[in-house]
């Protein structure tokens, strides 16, 4: 069974970086087609991609994030972590870590971390 889990602040200064890890037991970033995902969900709002790093250490970014946001990983570990810069308020929401694999013979976000509430605020 694949677990993942968020962990970082829950509050976060505007114009600050905000720093979050996801640890995973029961499976290995490393595995040949794993995607290991960032997503949030603003309040309100539904879900937005953030980004990805892959099972080879490659990553991709949303378009709208791009600039502000690098995803890296400790293999070691098994922990891939989110860097979102210049936080604005509009940048609270509940980020969740998620696995995108294949599963009968599509892809799928088959295991998510719990979510962790991130609010951006002085």
């Known amino acids: 069974q694949v677990q993942l889990q968020e962990s970082g602040p829950g509050l976060v200064k505007p114009s600050q970086t905000l720093s979050l890890t996801c640890t995973v037991s029961?499976?290995?970033?490393?595995?040949?087609?794993?995607?290991w995902t960032w997503i949030r969900q603003p309040p309100g709002k539904g879900l937005e991609w953030i980004g990805v790093?892959?099972?080879?250490?490659?990553?991709g970014y949303s378009p709208s994030l791009k600039s502000r946001t690098s995803i890296s990983r400790d293999t070691p570990k098994n922990q891939f972590t989110l860097q979102l810069n210049s936080v604005t308020p509009e940048d609270t929401a509940v980020y969740y870590c998620?696995?995108?694999?294949?599963?009968?013979?599509?892809?799928?976000?088959?295991?998510w971390g719990q979510g962790t509430q991130v609010t951006v605020s002085s």
């Open positions: 029961g499976g290995s970033l490393t595995t040949y087609a794993n995607y």
């Open positions: 998620a696995r995108l694999a294949r599963a009968n013979g599509d892809y799928a976000y088959d295991y």
């Open positions: 790093i892959n099972y080879d250490g490659s990553t």
